[in-house]
T-cell receptor, first 110, second 116 residues
Framework: RKEVEQDPGPFNVPEGATVAFNCTYSNSASQSFFWYRQDCRKEPKLLMSVYSSGNEDGRFTAQLNRASQYISLLIRDSKLSDSATYLCVVNRSGYSTLTFGKGTMLLVSP | NAGVMQNPRHLVRRRGQEARLRCSPMKGHSHVYWYRQLPEEGLKFMVYLQKENIIDESGMPKERFSAEFPKEGPSILRIQQVVRGDSAAYFC??????????????FGQGTRLTVV
């Protein structure tokens, strides 16, 4: 089983739609969780950290379920500019490096 | 405050040549991480370095690949005798302290290596 698994998509949604991505991780020792965004042929950039209690940043909501070892990202009121690949990222306790999922591609159309 | 700088942005090498990829971390950052992204794949950790030290090279292929981060100058990822399978985007990230990747990793724009 891969350390971090995501549905590759693509998810095709119209502007204004709500879309959700899930991600599962295999290592129960994982301690830190993030969603990164990567535009085509660009570097990944941090979208948001994921906290145990769940957290929201504008139209974006992230949740963590440690018991089931999955993380989710909800995007409300999708914009054309949200089109990108969303990377689920985890970090194990005591390790200074990040483990990336392959990403889920989102395409928002007019 | 310039971000993480990588050069070259694009590099073309013939099979058997050497590739040298450079990464200058953000000002004040002394920890550098190299990742590789193959086409249609996720980012894979390669190596983590501090100034003059390799901390974790568990993701580095055993042969042909090496990395350094000298006291002065950028970090260098060196690939000897390149093969077509080395074609990928190589990203560098930096942090101020060990463990800062737990908060945010700042990535450079990457070097796209094409082996022909």
């Amino acid at each position: 089983r891969k350390e971090v698994e995501q549905d590759p998509g693509p998810f095709n949604v119209p502007e204004g739609a709500t879309v959700a991505f899930n991600c599962t991780y295999s290592n129960s020792a994982s301690q830190s969780f993030f969603w990164y965004r990567q535009d085509c042929r660009k570097e990944p950039k941090l979208l948001m950290s994921v906290y145990s209690s769940g957290n929201e940043d504008g139209r974006f909501t992230a949740q963590l379920n440690r018991a089931s070892q999955y993380i989710s990202l909800l995007i409300r009121d999708s914009k054309l500019s949200d089109s990108a690949t969303y990377l689920c990222v985890v970090n194990r306790s005591g390790y200074s490096t990040l483990t990336f999922g392959k990403g889920t591609m989102l395409l928002v159309s007019p | 405050n310039a971000g993480v700088m990588q050069n070259p942005r694009h590099l073309v090498r013939r099979r058997g040549q050497e590739a040298r990829l450079r990464c200058s971390p953000m000002k004040g950052h002394s920890h550098v991480y190299w990742y590789r992204q193959l086409p249609e794949e996720g980012l894979k950790f390669m190596v983590y370095l501090q100034k003059e030290n390799i901390i974790d090279e568990s993701g580095m292929p055993k042969e042909r690949f090496s990395a350094e981060f000298p006291k002065e100058g950028p970090s260098i990822l060196r690939i000897q005798q390149v093969v077509r399978g080395d074609s990928a985007a190589y990203f560098c990230a930096s942090s101020r302290n060990q463990g800062d990747m737990n908060t945010e990793a700042f990535f450079g724009q990457g070097t796209r290596l094409t082996v022909v």
